[in-house]
């Protein structure tokens, strides 16, 4: 008599091995669900609690999405493939949700993905990567560690940067916040005409280093604001200085042809320099250079700051 009750409660506990759906991708198991748990009650298994699945489409987003890598110029003048990024193909997924859902028995699915293709492949920056448009270098004081590691920082971050006709390039956007966490240091910067001292101190340089590339390459200056004192790096008038929280450096490509940024640190210098295609049309903007010698630092009195 036990036996049998024993059995009967067996038959009357859920199965849950048979209610098992695994989620598969590139051939791997990552999860397994239950088909009560996605179950709206008191409906039971004939009808599916959509807020439950949201949640676990969102969870799968997060765990398959790869961003996509543009096609790079290295250091060495190398060029390095493209990468492809994914995301979850949400339309395929919930198909084979509710088909798995209404089965009945262990089954899997595995997980579908729609490709993200770089904007920036190998074929375009080949294009783009033929010809030297325009050019501007500016030097600064390499023993000053803080300023020349900002410095290079804020370079790498714009280097490669493709601006496509009739994009809007945004420094601020391209470089990022300037913060300790991103490894920026602590270098002399301007505030309201003053000396002082803040974290990015130096990616001016940089930003007014590119607003002399690209003004002689003739695109659109759509906003530059210059610093609240003479600058020494670049000619007077010429700088184009930034904050996260405040002026921006802005251009727009009118040009027919993408633009590439190539920007580097050699040294004391930064050198920045716009390429684009053989078919690119020449349109050179005359602008004074920079200032060969090395600009002469001032010292911060750390009791007024």
């Known amino acids: ?84 990024g994914y995301q979850l193909n949400k339309e395929k997924f919930k198909e084979a949700f509710y088909q798995s859902f209404y089965m009945k028995g262990t089954t899997s699915i595995d997980i579908p993905v729609k490709t993200i293709y770089p904007k920036v492949d190998s074929e375009l920056l080949t294009c783009i990567s033929s010809k030297k448009i325009s050019q501007y270098i500016t030097f600064f004081n390499s023993r000053n560690k803080e300023r020349s ?33 991103k490894g920026y240091l602590p270098a002399p910067v301007i505030v309201r005409g003053e000396l002082s001292e803040g974290v990015g101190g130096g990616i001016c340089q940089v930003s007014s280093t590119l607003f002399n590339t690209v003004d002689r390459a003739g695109v659109k200056i759509l906003e530059r604001y210059s610093h609240s004192r003479r600058v020494p790096y670049v000619p007077p008038n010429r700088d184009a200085t930034v904050s996260w929280y405040g002026p921006d450096f802005v251009f727009k490509n009118q040009h027919n042809q993408p633009l590439l940024i190539r920007s580097k640190v050699i040294g004391g210098q930064l050198i920045i320099i716009i390429l684009s295609s053989d078919t690119f049309s020449d349109y050179k903007r005359e602008v004074p250079s920079a200032p060969d010698t090395l600009p002469k630092e001032e010292s911060i009195d750390k009791d007024n700051t």
């Open 1 to 84: 008599m036990k036996m049998i009750l024993v059995l009967l409660l067996l038959a009357l506990q859920p199965d849950t091995i048979s209610e098992e759906i695994s989620l598969t991708f590139e051939g791997e198991k990552i999860s397994s669900i239950h088909r009560s748990e996605y179950a709206l009650p008191p409906f039971g298994q004939s009808m599916i609690d959509h807020q439950k699945y949201s949640e676990l489409e969102k969870k799968l987003e997060a765990a398959v999405f790869k961003m996509p890598t543009n096609a790079t110029i290295d250091e060495h003048g190398h060029l390095v493939s493209e990468k492809m």
């Open 149 to 181: 590691h900002n410095i290079k920082l804020a370079s790498d971050a714009i280097n490669n940067y493709v601006v496509f006709p009739g994009e809007t390039f945004s420094f601020n956007a391209a470089v990022g916040k300037r913060t300790v966490e």
